[in-house]
């Protein structure tokens, strides 16, 4: 088992008056067979999710706290944490393919190799036939996946999500989900996401952090077992019908909102 | 952004009116972009024709301006027989040997500075002065130096074309540079890139259609600047031939001198417009 744990991590932007995350702790944990945690923070506008995602990924230096994989303190960023923004990052000057083996080109593997690679992965993602494609022809849904194919072409222990799908219309969000749910089994990755929709979050999450701003801080932690439940095999649409689902999202809405003004 | 990826509303239909438009945006019938290039070209017709008309009426002399036949026939002369001791083709590619010599010095130096100025604090403490001190003093204004320091020879002919080409290479260079996605470089930090890969795999491909703007800028630059560049101790070029015909009064040699530059220049333009579409085909996509 890999952690990737932050404990009290606070984070001070240069110029700002107040903190934008004061000390939160999460672990998410990779198992060596299976799949590890997957972790998803959700909250109100500024209440520093993007942020711990950032110190996660060693992007932000925590000012009070400390970031650790597998005990080694985060002092920058690394493959081993591979990031997939919300607007797909993608590179234009690069095919789909070159895209996806950008990590493998950077390490110095071999064309052919790189390549039967980016495909294998291509294909995981449901992009086989895309891979000749030039980025710009692609849409936002395939931009996404190729962006997740390449951050899987790094082999990372943890997958950091920043709003993922957040860009994407609603009826190929409902489809990136499943993707989602079937890389994070194929993967064997640990997933931490942030995101700012309740059911995606319900949908997905092992473990729902709650948080809310003033500075940023955990109000609720909610254990979920629904994605374990697809990949049981029940259908997700199924899962989202159930009762259990629909009072979970109510509950998971209350917490999110408490202490707002009305 | 390249202004040439830009075309008028590519699915608007003639008759379209979705009743939200302004006036100005109104998708207007082909007929009306068409003919902006009509007006242009009847534009240079009757420029062509008054330039005529002025010179067989001998409304004014010769010796100011010639006839656009004597001018041609000067071109078919001056291409087949030579101009102070060169063919027409042998000045121009005297000229633009320089010119291109000049733009790789500038491409080598430019684009260097350019990437300092756009990564590093320091560099941009180093080079933005410099550039902005080099950036609006006229060729001429420098020419001197550089023939005392460096001579009458080729290179300094090609130096003060370079000098001119640097800014805009530097400036767009550093613009291309500042202007790359901060998500593109954590993307490619976190996929394990060192320093030196993210410069080489993402910033400078990133602001290559920044570097090919500010290429075709400084073409524009060099160009304009050769006339000065050829003024002392050349036996050949362009802007030397015009400057001899000047001193003998053979006018007709100065108009075509200047047409020849001009039809250069804008073919320079546009086989670099085409270059831009094949190497970032990319620009004004994302």
Known sequence: MTHLI??????HYDGQPAPA???VSLDIGKSDSGRGDFVVLVGRSGCGKTSLLNVAAGLVEPAGGLATVDGRPITGPGSDRAVVFQNDALFPWLTARENVA????????????????ADELLSLVKLGDAGDKRIWELSGGMRQRVGLARALAAEPEFLLLDEPLGALDALTRERMQTTLLDLWAAAQVGVLMVTHGIEEALVLATRIVVLAPGPGHVVRTFETHFGRRYAAGEPIRAIKADPAFVAARAELTDAIFEGEAA | MSVSAYSERPGAKADENDGFSVPWSRPRPKRAVVSARLVSAITILVLLAAWTAA???QLVSPVFLPSPAAVWAKFVVVARDGFVDATLLQHTLASLWRVFAALIAAILVGVPVGLAIGISRI??????PLLEF??????????PLIIIWFGI??????????IAMLAPVALSTAAGVRGVSRERVDAARSLGATRAQVIRHVILPSALPSILTGLRIALGAGWSTLVAAELVAATRGLGFMIQSAAQFLVTDVVVMGILVIAIIAFALEFIIRRVERVLVPWAGRE
């Open chain 2, 123 to 128: 560099g941009r403490g180093v080079f933005d």
């Open chain 1, 6 to 11: 932050l404990d009290k991590v606070s984070v």
């Open chain 2, 55 to 57: 010179a067989s009426l």
């Open chain 1, 102 to 117: 950008f990590a493998l080109r950077l390490r110095g593997v071999s064309a052919d190799k790189r390549a039967r690679r």
């Open chain 1, 21 to 23: 995350v004061e000390r």
């Open chain 2, 134 to 143: 080099l950036r609006p003093i006229p060729p001429l204004a420098y020419l």
């Open chain 2, 153 to 162: 020879g080729e290179p300094s002919k090609i130096l003060v074309i370079a």
